[in-house]
């Protein structure tokens, strides 16, 4: 593990390590990924306002969670730390009228991204840069908004990661972090170097993988000059999406093998598809969804919401907006 004040050389051997090893898994053709995901290729947790939601449904449910909890204006600035293929930095540009920077370390995703934000006449508005998270040079207090869904699983050392956050965020700037942790019994185990074949696997599937617990996550924003607004426990909503994914892409399967992708490829997505269900259901896997504000020391603090209702989705609100 890399620790905090590691030399610029292990950093820098890091940082090529972690980028052949998540690009592995991410350079895979996007059609393949479009084999299973929704239309937005959220590759990521999604949102169930009814458990009957589509995928399409509550993969719109979790974009405008996100965007409500980021309190997202208009002009504003974006960051979108592993941004994917761009699913949330076009949600932001096109509903919100904001300006969004995604930064990825897969060079596909970031041609993909690019390629559709000139297609959708988004070119001044939503970019990806093929960025590690380690080697963000942005300028200081640059962004409004610092938004990552389902990175922080490829990031050693996190307090680096959110400390060059706090660097580039405005102050009062909000920041949001999504992504699975293990419960602290089993990453304990891990710390005591007892592993597991699933952890194994895990990396072997993904590249590379560094599932942390809740809490280590909340001390390192913590550490960062980051507090912490709302925490909020979505594992649920993380097993119906992987069920929803599962299907579609036992669904596609004629299409997918030999087609975009061998056959050796697609069983291995299916067993581990297979595996992260039970591991929800099992509390092995579990995923968090924490909204902070970077602290400005010594200044008035914003008058922050009293409640919050205004960060969550309600079913017959929501219903009533979608038919409208």
């Known amino acids: 593990m890399l620790e905090v004040g590691s030399s610029s050389t292990d950093i820098r051997d890091l940082i090529r390590f972690q980028s052949e090893a998540v690009s592995s898994h991410y350079d895979l053709p996007p059609k393949f990924f479009a084999g299973f995901l929704g239309p937005r290729m959220a590759y990521s947790c999604a949102y169930f306002i009814d458990e009957n939601d589509t995928l399409d449904e509550a993969e719109e ?62 070119g001044d508005r939503a970019r ?20 990552t869904i389902g990175a922080i699983e490829h990031m050693d050392n996190l307090h680096l990661v959110f400390s060059k956050s706090s660097e580039i965020l405005k102050d009062d700037g909000l920041m949001l972090v999504h992504g699975m942790t293990k419960p602290w019994h089993d990453r304990e185990e891990e710390l005591q170097g007892i592993t597991s074949e699933v952890g194994e ?45 599962l299907e579609r892409l036992q669904e596609n399967e004629e299409s997918l093998i030999g087609k975009v992708i061998d056959e050796e490829k697609y069983r291995e997505f299916l067993v581990f598809m297979a595996g992260y269900i039970v591991g929800f259901e099992t509390s092995h896997t579990l995923c968090n969804q924490i909204l902070c504000r970077k602290i400005n020391y010594g200044e008035i603090r914003p008058a922050l919401p009293l409640t919050r209702e205004n960060i969550i989705l309600s079913p017959r609100k929501e219903r009533l907006c979608k038919k409208n």
């Open 201 to 245: 696997l895990v990396k072997e599937h993904f590249g590379i993988g560094y599932w942390k617990s809740l809490w280590e996550v909340m001390e390192a924003l913590e550490k960062s000059d980051f507090e912490v607004l709302d925490h909020e426990n979505i594992t649920r909503h993380y097993q119906l999406t992987v069920e929803r994914w």
């Open 128 to 147: 990806a840069d093929v960025v590690h998270v380690y080697d963000m040079s942005y300028p200081a207090r640059y962004f409004d908004k610092i938004v």
């Open 61 to 122: 449910n979790k974009l405008l969670l996100t965007a409500k909890k980021l309190d997202l204006r208009e002009g504003e600035l974006l960051l979108d730390i592993g941004c994917g293929w761009g699913s949330f930095i076009f949600y932001a540009a096109e509903k919100f009228g904001c300006r969004a920077i995604g930064i990825t370390v897969s060079e596909e995703q970031a041609a993909f991204v690019n390629r559709i934000s000139e297609e959708r006449g988004l």
